[in-house]
């Protein structure tokens, strides 16, 4: 099992700044992939950012150029910069941690934390 926790969401100004940190317990053994995912009222959830254990990253619609997704020293945890935020950016924001071996796989899913930008 795996526990994540995710920090520094909040209220902030269109244009302004806000950085999120996801950090995980238990065994990542398994896990290759973290990222985060964001989700608004009455919308499906959708990938911001994320990034393999090899350090590849990919991100969603809409946020190149603005956010950027980081690993921590140790495998496990990972940061989200966002800068130049948009009243659109508003969402739920949960972290993801997922991976497989040859028999199972596995995805994980913290609380989330709330963003909100406003116009």
């Known amino acids: 099992q795996v526990q994540l926790m995710e920090f520094g969401g909040g209220l902030v100004e269109a244009g302004g700044s806000l950085r999120l940190s996801c950090t995980s317990s238990?065994?990542?053994?398994?896990?290759?992939?973290m990222g985060w995912y964001r989700q608004a009222p009455g919308k499906q959830r959708d990938l911001v950012a994320g990034?393999?254990?090899?350090?590849?990253?990919n991100y969603g619609n809409g946020v190149e150029g603005r956010f950027t997704i980081s690993g921590g020293n140790e495998w496990g945890t990972v940061h989200l910069q966002m800068n130049g935020l948009k009243p659109e950016d508003t969402a739920v924001y949960y972290c993801?941690?997922?991976?497989?071996?040859?028999?199972?796989?596995?995805?994980?899913w913290g609380q989330g934390t709330q963003v909100t930008v406003s116009s």
């Open positions: 990034i393999t254990r090899s350090g590849t990253i």
């Open positions: 993801n941690a997922a991976g497989q071996d040859w028999r199972n796989e596995y995805d994980y």
């Open positions: 238990g065994s990542l053994f398994n896990i290759n992939y």
